[in-house]
T-cell receptor, first 114, second 116 residues
Framework: DAGVTQSPTHLIKTRGQQVTLRCSPKSGHDTVSWYQQALGQGPQFIFQYYEEEERQRGNFPDRFSGHQFPNYSSELNVNALLLGDSALYLC?????????????FGPGTRLTVT | AQTVTQSQPEMSVQEAETVTLSCTYDTSESDYYLFWYKQPPSRQMILVIRQEAYKQQNATENRFSVNFQKAAKSFSLKISDSQLGDAAMYFCAYTSMKTSYDKVIFGPGTSLSVIP
């Protein structure tokens, strides 16, 4: 049973560039949430996708956007990168909404902005 | 707004000994879940233990147990017979069954070192 997978593992970008991170949910899961974890801090909720729509959003600017595909996989896009966007980006999946208590996390993508 | 606080940035324990990690949270709701997650250097966020607020009995998972004090809004994790593999960042976390049911709110974490 494949767990949550994320790609790439590491990524280095320059300020002002755009980046796309990818997530495949655990088999049987249809809901994907994204979190940002800055160095030395706990993860912070960015947004959640269910039925190909953004359902809930945390306190992040519009530079952060996402997409969910019919196969339930998801992308996180960040535009106009800032140094402060350097972080570990975690994807979590669950079976249906209102199931954060049963989320499974992926290994994350480490983004470095120079 | 719901918040989670972990007042111990770093802790250490001798191998085979017992250690307790502290966590407090703030919420006005009565129906929620609390969690302890472990994040080793591999970065994978692993669920250690989960507690449903309506259950008075403290959750246990092998060497891991919690002390859930709902009135005090306290949720500590006890690790017994500590092993080298327990060394990691530990995050206390919360999710509401009503208002924030789609997201988990994390504390800042406690870095646990295990001394051989």
């Amino acid at each position: 049973d494949a767990g949550v997978t994320q790609s790439p593992t590491h990524l280095i970008k320059t300020r002002g560039q755009q980046v796309t991170l990818r997530c495949s949910p655990k088999s049987g899961h249809d809901t994907v949430s994204w979190y940002q974890q800055a160095l030395g801090q706990g993860p912070q909720f960015i947004f959640q996708y269910y039925e190909e729509e953004e359902r809930q959003r945390g306190n992040f600017p519009d530079r952060f956007s996402g997409h969910q595909f019919p196969n339930y996989s998801s992308e996180l896009n960040v535009n106009a990168l800032l140094l402060g966007d350097s972080a570990l980006y975690l994807c979590a999946s669950s079976q249906g909404r209102k199931k954060a208590f049963e989320q499974y996390f992926g290994p994350g993508t480490r983004l470095t902005v120079t | 707004a719901q918040t989670v606080t972990q007042s111990q940035p770093e802790m250490s324990v001798q191998e085979a000994e017992t250690v307790t990690l502290s966590c407090t949270y703030d919420t006005s709701e009565s129906d929620y879940y609390l969690f302890w997650y472990k994040q080793p250097p591999s970065r994978q966020m692993i669920l250690v233990i989960r507690q449903e607020a309506y259950k008075q009995q403290n959750a246990t998972e092998n060497r891991f147990s919690v002390n859930f004090q709902k009135a005090a809004k306290s949720f500590s994790l006890k690790i017994s017979d500590s092993q080298l593999g327990d060394a990691a960042m530990y995050f206390c976390a919360y999710t509401s069954m009503k208002t924030s049911y789609d997201k988990v709110i994390f504390g800042p974490g406690t870095s646990l070192s295990v001394i051989p």
